[in-house]
């Protein structure tokens, strides 16, 4: 779980003097978690409730609970771009991705993370980030930053600035998404086994929330992509080095992921369509037995109609087994249309 929110300090100091001012950053409000990376590219996870020291070495990683209501006076004080603190502070669902000289910051969408692990829903972790300091905030616990958490606790990798740090986010929400097609890819796999042997209800109802999770997944999948490839179309050469992202890699990963979604998406149809044509083979089948019953039934209705008609001359009336004669009309009559449809290969398959 992720950690509580510390006490607020009005005192904030601006997050560009981290690497001189000898004072402390102070208790951040909101703060979730906070790293700080050396810059042989380790990282010291900081702990929450406590005042973050300014040091000459490395940059600082804070990740902040948009909810709490502390949070949006602490970064308005500090001395960043006024379009960037916009963005943070946003509801806007859209993913965006904005660069200048000396600051990127943007919004995009990742998988929402419960107790047990990741789900199928989205929500938007946004950011700002500069040459020593990257701020990062959602209003739902999100996979990415978690994933993101893990691999720097554990020493899984090495930050050598901090763009790298934003690439392993983006990387990370790639995962997610990536872990999501493959549970989706077993369930079509599994779908495709059982079509013939289990029930259709349940297959149809299996199949639709699949498709329905894939759509979702490739239009937020999209979205990201697009931010991407607007930025390396605008090109980063103008953005100071430590902060130019590994633009063409990362659109490389997303474009092959778009791939596998728009395949699973593809299998999910086909899936669909055989499954909409096995059920209209059973729909067939039971409106032909129905046919069939129908047409054997018929004769000994008419048989029944006609002795039941209250007019004299009818034949039987004076004979002690006439109600026998009758049912052996009423049986002869369904096994003679019986008989007619047979040979004309009606029963054939």
Not at 9 to 32: F, M, N, W, Y
Not at 41 to 53: R, V
Not at 315 to 338: H, N, Q, R
Request: aromatic share 6%.
């Amino acid at each position: 779980m992720e950690a509580l929110v510390s006490t607020p300090r009005s005192d904030a100091i601006d997050p560009t003097e981290l690497v001189s001012d000898p004072k402390q950053l102070g208790c951040v409000p909101g703060l979730v978690w906070a790293f700080r990376i050396h810059d042989d590219g380790t990282a010291d996870a900081l702990p929450i409730g406590e005042p973050i020291e300014s040091r000459h070495d490395g940059w600082v990683w804070l990740h902040l609970d948009l909810t709490d209501a502390r949070v949006s006076p602490w970064l308005e004080a500090l001395d960043l771009s006024r379009s960037a603190l916009g963005v943070l502070l946003s509801r806007d669902p859209h993913q965006q991705l904005h660069a200048t000289d000396s600051c990127v910051y943007g919004a995009i969408a990742d998988l929402v993370r419960q107790i047990d692990g990741a789900t199928d829903e989205f929500s938007i972790l946004r950011f700002i980030m500069t040459e020593r300091l990257l701020v990062s905030g959602r209003h739902h616990a999100l996979t990415a930053p978690h994933a993101t958490r893990t691999a720097l606790a554990d020493g899984e990798r090495k930050l050598t600035h901090v763009a790298a740090l934003l690439e392993l986010l983006v990387e990370q929400v790639a995962d997610g998404i990536d872990t999501v097609a493959d549970d989706l890819g077993e369930e079509l796999d599994q779908i495709e086994d059982d079509l013939a042997r289990r029930s259709l209800e349940f297959e149809r109802q299996k199949l639709a929330r699949v498709r329905r999770t894939s759509v979702r997944l490739h239009r937020q999948l999209s979205g990201l992509r697009a931010v991407f490839h607007r930025l390396e179309r605008q090109g980063m050469g103008d953005i100071k080095p430590s902060l130019r992202l590994a633009v063409g890699k990362l659109v490389q990963r997303l474009d092959s992921l778009d791939h596998d979604m728009l395949e699973l998406r593809e299998r999910g149809h086909r899936l669909q369509e055989e499954l909409s044509f096995v059920m209209s083979e059973q729909i067939n089948r039971h409106l032909f037995a129905l046919a069939i019953i129908t047409a054997l039934f018929l004769p000994p209705t008419f048989v029944t109609g006609v002795f039941g008609m209250n007019t004299k001359g009818l034949p039987f009336t004076d004979w002690d087994t006439a109600f026998l004669c009758a049912m052996a009309l009423c049986i002869g009559s369904s096994l003679a249309v019986y008989l007619i449809m047979r040979m004309r290969g009606m029963f054939r398959s």
